[in-house]
Every structure is written in structure tokens, then in C-alpha cells.
């Protein structure tokens, strides 16, 4: 699937990295051309700041949920590369890896390269 040329696979790490070059990289894939204008502003408006700011983006309906635990959902989080493990348990991490080693690995898709 990750060499199908209809499929673009992103990573959350390259776009806190360079957010402009994933910003091209997505142009090129949808065979537009975009001046330094226009991902300059796409870069600001898909910024983790304005992101965040974004109730559709952040599913700001969720407050309407009927429990406290539902309401308490914010999608952005931090904006930080890592920070699931702060919020995932032993065990879901465990599962995560396996999953990804499973699917993964042998590809050249980095993920499952943190866990070797």
C-alpha cells in the first residue's frame, strides 16, 4: 500500500519538522502548484497554534457529550512528538508496538524502526 500511487503517507514528526515541505509534498501529490505565498499561508493555517484553535478540528461537539470522560476529550492535545506515550497505558503501548512491528516492519515506513 505505501508505494500505490493514489495513497500518501504522512508522518506528524515530518510536519512539526518542516511543515512547508509536507505542505509541497501534498501539493505535488495532488498535481498542484503552489508559490511560497500560498505555503506560507497554508503553513500558518495547518499550524498546531491555529489547528487547536479550529472547533471542527478539535471536535469542540464532543462537549455536548452526555459523560464528563467524553467531554474531557480534546483531540489537539500539545502539539509535542511523543507525547502518546503520556497518555496511552503499558499495555496500550505494548499492543501499539506489536501492531506496528507486525505491519511495518520489513517496509520503509519508520515507525516500527522505534521499537528495534
Same mark, same amino acid.
Given at each position: 500500500?505505501?508505494?500505490?500511487?493514489?495513497?500518501?503517507?504522512?508522518?506528524?514528526?515530518?510536519? !512539526?519538522?518542516?511543515?512547508?515541505?509536507?505542505?509541497?509534498? &501534498?501539493?505535488?501529490?495532488?498535481?498542484?502548484?503552489?508559490? @511560497?505565498? $500560498?505555503?506560507?499561508?497554508?503553513?500558518?493555517?495547518?499550524?498546531?497554534?491555529?489547528?487547536?484553535?479550529?472547533?471542527?478540528?478539535?471536535?469542540?461537539?464532543?462537549?455536548?457529550?452526555?459523560?464528563?470522560?467524553? !467531554?474531557?476529550?480534546?483531540?489537539?492535545?500539545?502539539?509535542? &512528538?511523543?507525547?502518546?506515550?503520556?497518555?496511552?497505558?503499558? @499495555?496500550? $503501548?505494548?499492543?501499539?508496538?506489536?501492531?506496528?512491528?507486525?505491519?511495518?516492519?520489513?517496509?520503509?515506513?519508520?515507525?516500527?524502526?522505534?521499537?528495534?
Amino acid at each position: 500500500m505505501r508505494h500505490e500511487d493514489h495513497i500518501l503517507f504522512l508522518r506528524y514528526e515530518d510536519m !512539526k519538522k518542516d511543515l512547508a515541505a509536507v505542505v509541497r509534498q &501534498v501539493a505535488a501529490f495532488l498535481g498542484r502548484d503552489v508559490n @511560497e505565498e $500560498q505555503v506560507s499561508w497554508l503553513t500558518h493555517h495547518c499550524s498546531f497554534e491555529e489547528m487547536s484553535k479550529n472547533p471542527a478540528v478539535n471536535h469542540e461537539t464532543l462537549r455536548m457529550a452526555p459523560t464528563q470522560e467524553a !467531554k474531557a476529550i480534546k483531540f489537539m492535545r500539545k502539539g509535542k &512528538v511523543g507525547d502518546w506515550r503520556n497518555h496511552l497505558t503499558e @499495555e496500550q $503501548q505494548k499492543a501499539f508496538k506489536q501492531w506496528t512491528l507486525k505491519y511495518l516492519q520489513g517496509t520503509d515506513f519508520p515507525y516500527y524502526q522505534d521499537y528495534e
